[in-house]
């Protein structure tokens, strides 16, 4: 049986630059952008070897997260919209890679600061999963495709009428006054002198209701007769001016 033998320093380091290929340059003198401290260092070396690992298990995703975490902590501290972004992509876990790919897209850095916000609830979940279950649901999409934790709440209270339900209530409403007006003990619709608009309105209504489109150009026309008589009634206050 033959042993491998252990790569040279020329050989590893000749590895590292391949794997380093495949992010973008870090660079710690951008301008404006603060340097990190060694321990915010060490959470970012730990996220972006996480990050080049092939096969990615729950611990390195978690390693990954909390190199995020580092980094919007960071951001939030020096403010500043796309201050997040920009550390990021100076660190090696944002922006694109050599081929144009986005290396962490935000919607799976979201998804993996929510599972670190709730770590403990998450290792609990786990510790209940099957071995096969454990490997599958590792990445953080599985995650909060399975977990109970980021499981959308069910919408408290009655839920939001359509609109063509509103309309049909509303209808239901208006021909309800409508027929409360009709049960007048003096047997009229409505009382020009006592009726409100709206009583007076909805009492026609209900007498064109088989009819929608008549009772929309009664509307129209009686709106034109009011403006005639207002244009008669302002011609004869000035005839009669001396």
């Known amino acids: 049986m033959t042993t491998k033998r252990p790569d040279s320093f020329e050989e590893f380091q000749r590895k590292q630059a391949a794997k380093r290929a495949l992010l973008p340059p870090t660079s710690h003198n951008t301008p404006d952008l603060p340097t990190l401290s060694y321990e915010e260092t060490v959470y970012i070396e730990t996220a972006r070897g996480a990050f080049l690992s092939l096969k990615k298990t729950f611990e390195l995703w978690i390693g990954i997260a909390r190199g995020l975490r580092v980094l919007k902590d960071k951001a939030e501290r020096i403010g500043g919209r796309f201050a997040f972004d920009r550390l990021r992509e100076r660190e090696g876990l944002g922006g694109k890679n050599s ?139 000035t005839e009669v001016q001396p």
């Open 99 to 237: 081929h144009g790919g986005q290396i962490l897209n935000k919607t799976r850095v979201s998804r993996l600061l929510a599972i670190l916000d709730h770590i403990a609830e998450v290792e609990t979940w786990r510790a209940k999963l099957t071995e096969k279950q454990r490997f599958e649901w590792a990445c953080p999409e599985a995650i909060h495709r399975h977990c109970p934790v980021f499981a959308k709440p069910e919408p408290e209270g009655p839920k939001p009428m359509t609109k063509a339900e509103q309309d049909r209530q509303a209808l239901a409403v208006a021909l309800e006054e409508n027929f409360q007006l009709k049960q007048r003990e003096d047997g009229d619709t409505f009382n020009p002198k006592t009726s409100t608009p709206r009583q007076i309105a909805l009492a026609l209504f209900g007498q064109f209701e088989p009819y929608r489109g008549k009772a929309e150009k009664v509307a129209r026309e009686l709106l034109a007769i009011i403006e005639e008589h207002k244009a008669k009634r302002g011609k004869t206050a």
